[in-house]
């Protein structure tokens, strides 16, 4: 290989296994280390090829293999905002490698537990990693403010990694909510690009955050956003009636959990002079506005969080979280709780959800 001939630099780092197999914490400083450095190109981390360039082999790290798939779910899992890295497994001079190929952080990134480093040319002159200052960090502060989560690239996805029946699902979407009719005249392709769900520059390279969320293959959405998650909860008292979680793509995790909310949505009916009118325990208008809030507005830079709306059999709702965020029932409208990360572009065209100002 020729980044092993080159040797270690600012974009290529070694990590020998020949005295100890190397921490997942390790592997995850050493990624973060390559991911904040100042240079444009890729960078490489080399498990199992020593200081030296000498190459002793990489240690299985999931029983007697390594999955490179959950390497970057490792990798997406423990850093902050979450980087998406490709990784496979290289053989060179009769000895297998893990190679992970990292991206430049457009924003600074650390590990999930708050550590920030960074790789530059020591005094000696050679490369290593050190730790980031609060200059440092609020240096970068402007780029942050910059990126369209939305249109973030994700690695290793292609026009396979596509739904169909999730494109037609998205255009009846559109003609039943009243969106941009134009989208429905697009082939396909056009179509996609049309709502960002594609980096295109006429062949189709990879889809974007937006287009695996929006029509990606479940198992593409599994293995290339593993903790993308939603949960439907019915509760009394204590007792879990309904407990439904969802790993699938954002419109049809609408449906799904409107498919619920109806079954479970019981009415009383009053009398009002001579006409009967039924009153709803809740409004299926305000649930669908908490649960597009809560996919949409979810921040897609964090990984772990996940929105839960709850409906109680006392008829009221309550909102749980799992660490930061939540939306529930109380707050759907609430503009305040909008975070900036979300998956914006395309909801406008789809119909879906009003057009509303964004606050921090």
């Given at each position: 290989?020729?980044?092993?001939?080159?040797?270690?630099?600012?974009?290529?780092?070694?990590?020998?296994?020949?005295?100890?197999?190397?921490?997942?914490?390790?592997?995850?400083?050493?990624?973060?280390?390559?991911?904040?450095?100042?240079?444009?190109?890729?960078?490489?981390?080399?498990?199992?090829?020593?200081?030296?360039?000498t190459?002793?082999?990489?240690?299985?790290?999931?029983?007697?293999?390594?999955?490179?798939?959950?390497?970057?779910?490792?990798?997406?899992?423990?850093?902050?905002?979450?980087?998406?890295?490709?990784?496979?497994?290289?053989?060179?001079?009769?000895?297998?490698?893990?190679?992970?190929?990292?991206?430049?952080?457009?924003?600074?990134?650390?590990?999930?537990?708050?550590?920030?480093?960074?790789?530059?040319?020591?005094?000696?002159?050679?490369?290593?990693?050190?730790?980031?200052?609060?200059?440092?960090?609020l240096?970068?502060?402007?780029?942050?403010?910059?990126?369209?989560?939305?249109?973030?690239?994700?690695?290793?996805?292609?026009?396979?990694?596509?739904?169909?029946?999730?494109?037609?699902?998205?255009?009846?979407?559109?003609?039943?909510?009243?969106?941009?009719?134009?989208?429905?005249e697009?082939?396909?392709?056009?179509?996609?690009?049309?709502?960002?769900?594609?980096?295109?520059n006429?062949?189709?390279?990879?889809?974007?955050?937006?287009?695996?969320?929006l029509?990606?293959?479940?198992?593409?959405?599994?293995?290339?956003?593993?903790?993308?998650?939603?949960?439907?909860?019915?509760?009394?008292d204590?007792?879990?009636?309904?407990?439904?979680?969802?790993?699938?793509?954002?419109v049809?995790?609408?449906?799904?959990?409107?498919?619920?909310?109806?079954?479970?949505?019981?009415?009383?009916?009053?009398?009002?002079?001579?006409?009967?009118?039924?009153?709803p325990?809740?409004?299926?208008?305000?649930?669908?506005?908490?649960?597009?809030?809560?996919?949409?507005?979810?921040?897609?830079?964090?990984?772990?969080?996940?929105?839960?709306?709850?409906?109680?059999?006392?008829?009221?709702?309550?909102?749980?979280?799992?660490?930061?965020?939540?939306?529930?029932?109380?707050?759907?409208?609430?503009?305040?709780?909008?975070?900036?990360?979300?998956v914006?572009?395309?909801?406008?065209?789809a119909?879906?959800?009003?057009?509303?100002?964004?606050?921090?």
């Amino acid at each position: 290989m020729a980044l092993l001939q080159a040797g270690e630099s600012l974009s290529v780092e070694f990590k020998g296994e020949s005295r100890k197999a190397l921490s997942d914490t390790e592997l995850v400083e050493s990624v973060v280390c390559l991911a904040n450095r100042d240079r444009e190109d890729d960078g490489w981390l080399l498990v199992g090829v020593e200081d030296g360039g000498t190459v002793t082999g990489a240690k299985p790290r999931h029983g007697s293999i390594t999955d490179p798939d959950r390497v970057v779910a490792l990798i997406a899992n423990r850093t902050r905002p979450s980087l998406s890295v490709r990784a496979f497994i290289a053989n060179a001079n009769g000895h297998e490698i893990l190679a992970v190929q990292v991206p430049r952080a457009r924003i600074t990134t650390g590990t999930a537990d708050g550590k920030y480093v960074r790789r530059v040319i020591l005094g000696a002159g050679e490369p290593g990693c050190l730790p980031m200052t609060p200059s440092d960090i609020l240096s970068r502060q402007s780029i942050a403010v910059q990126e369209d989560v939305s249109a973030r690239i994700v690695d290793g996805t292609s026009w396979d990694d596509v739904d169909p029946l999730e494109i037609l699902r998205l255009r009846d979407t559109i003609k039943r909510y009243r969106g941009d009719a134009v989208l429905l005249e697009l082939s396909d392709l056009d179509f996609a690009k049309a709502l960002g769900m594609v980096d295109a520059n006429g062949d189709t390279r990879c889809l974007t955050l937006t287009g695996l969320l929006l029509a990606g293959k479940e198992q593409s959405i599994r293995r290339r956003l593993p903790t993308h998650e939603a949960a439907f909860q019915v509760l009394s008292d204590v007792d879990v009636e309904v407990n439904q979680f969802y790993r699938s793509p954002l419109v049809r995790t609408l449906e799904e959990m409107l498919l619920y909310f109806r079954a479970r949505n019981r009415e009383a009916e009053v009398m009002a002079g001579m006409f009967r009118i039924g009153i709803p325990d809740y409004s299926e208008r305000t649930f669908r506005e908490g649960v597009v809030n809560a996919l949409v507005h979810r921040d897609y830079t964090r990984q772990g969080h996940r929105y839960y709306l709850q409906r109680t059999a006392e008829k009221r709702s309550t909102c749980s979280r799992l660490r930061e965020k939540h939306v529930c029932l109380g707050n759907a409208g609430d503009s305040r709780r909008q975070g900036k990360p979300g998956v914006h572009p395309p909801r406008v065209g789809a119909g879906r959800k009003r057009k509303v100002a964004q606050s921090g």
